[in-house]
């Protein structure tokens, strides 16, 4: 049953694996924050808000009673997974906290640990496969299609070792995508290129769009394992459904398409950063050439890419009308 009244608030889900591992991070981040300040004597105050903020929504969805409301309603089982896949990582990774964490791990973790991890060769070829645009982008999909089918999505409400599955998957492809998104490292110091980042980002935001739909508009219901009577918020199990669906495509699509703006700002000023240390280069002659000189050269190396991103970034919203459009006529006339 539904918890109601007072007691929802003592509807936590004892899971001390979470609570300990985010202890840590927090730990270890406020640490190596303590250090760089005492060192540089400068520190942004909203990165460790935005940081600590993403762990404290992880906290929420885990063991909090949205946990146990996301047992008994479709869409709050939507919200649980749009907070560990998409809105905690987002703002964890647009903090940039991997150096602080590191910086604030011990001596015998970073030393004697993780340096030796990195030397693996076998796991940098790993690590380098899952931080490329298309791993990194289809396995975000692919998780979150796998947990939205009926057969999963009753199973992990149904089991707890299922439904703790499930949410770890979600925020472990959630913090890999965004990882990956905002990767602190500029292109041409061997970080991810820009242009992936964005086929990455539009590729997530039509299947949200397309899945989102078809769940809001589908005419039947997917999920046998929720209340079969009136629930949370006074819907039908219809509605609920409809609604989970509604918060994929319209509120988790728009957190996606907003993000757009992050990473062109993050893309104009790697750019930047770019041409200063091209400037700066004090090398061979014929590297010194490429460089445009006057605002003409300038304009013919930069035209053809922005035709080819605003023709890319004009397509979008018609394809995304399109895909809606189609997926709404067949569930209408299947049904």
């Not at 300040?37 to 063991?63: Q, S, T």
């Not at 910086?103 to 899952?130: I, Q, S």
């Not at 998104?181 to 997530?204: E, K, N, Q, W």
């Not at 996606?256 to 062109?264: A, E, G, H, P, R």
Request: hydrophobic share 55%; aromatic share 10%; net charge positive.
């Amino acid at each position: 049953m539904t918890p109601a009244g007072a007691t929802i608030l003592t509807a936590w889900t004892p899971d001390p694996v979470s609570v300990l591992v985010l202890a840590a991070l927090a730990w270890a981040y406020i640490r190596g924050a303590v250090r760089q300040y005492a060192r540089r004597g400068e520190l942004a105050d909203w990165r460790p808000m935005l940081f600590l903020g993403g762990l404290f929504l992880i906290l929420i969805a885990m063991v909090s009673p949205l946990a146990a409301l996301a047992r008994e309603a479709a869409w709050l089982h939507q919200v649980q997974g749009a907070i560990l896949r998409v809105i905690a990582p987002l703002a964890i990774f647009v903090s940039r906290p991997q150096r602080l964490i590191y910086t604030g791990m011990p001596k015998v973790l970073r030393r004697g640990v993780f340096a030796r991890l990195w030397r693996d060769p076998a796991l940098n070829r790993l690590g380098g496969l899952l931080a490329t645009p298309l791993v990194a982008g289809a396995l975000n999909i692919a998780i979150f299609i796998f947990w939205i089918l009926p057969q999963t999505q009753d199973a992990a409400v149904a089991h707890a070792l299922a439904g703790f599955a499930e949410r770890a998957s979600e925020l472990a492809v959630g913090c890999l995508f965004f990882g990956v998104l905002f990767d602190a490292r500029d292109p041409d110091l061997g970080g991810t290129r820009y242009g992936p980042r964005v086929i990455m980002l539009i590729s997530t935001t039509l299947v949200m769009v397309v899945l989102g739909v078809a769940l809001t508009v589908k005419p039947v219901l997917f999920y046998a394992v929720y209340p079969a009577g009136p629930r949370i918020a006074g819907f039908s199990p219809l509605d609920d459904e409809a609604t989970g669906g509604f918060v994929n495509w319209a509120w988790v699509s728009m957190i996606y398409l907003m993000t757009f703006i992050l990473v062109f700002v993050r893309w104009n000023a790697a750019e930047v950063r770019a041409y200063a240390r091209a400037m700066n280069f004090t090398g061979s002659n014929s590297a010194a050439l490429m460089l445009p000189e006057t605002a003409e050269e300038l304009w013919l190396i930069v035209t053809p890419r922005n035709k080819r991103l605003g023709l890319s970034l004009a397509i979008i919203p018609a394809v995304m009308m399109f895909l809606a459009i189609a997926t709404v006529v067949t569930l209408h006339y299947r049904a």
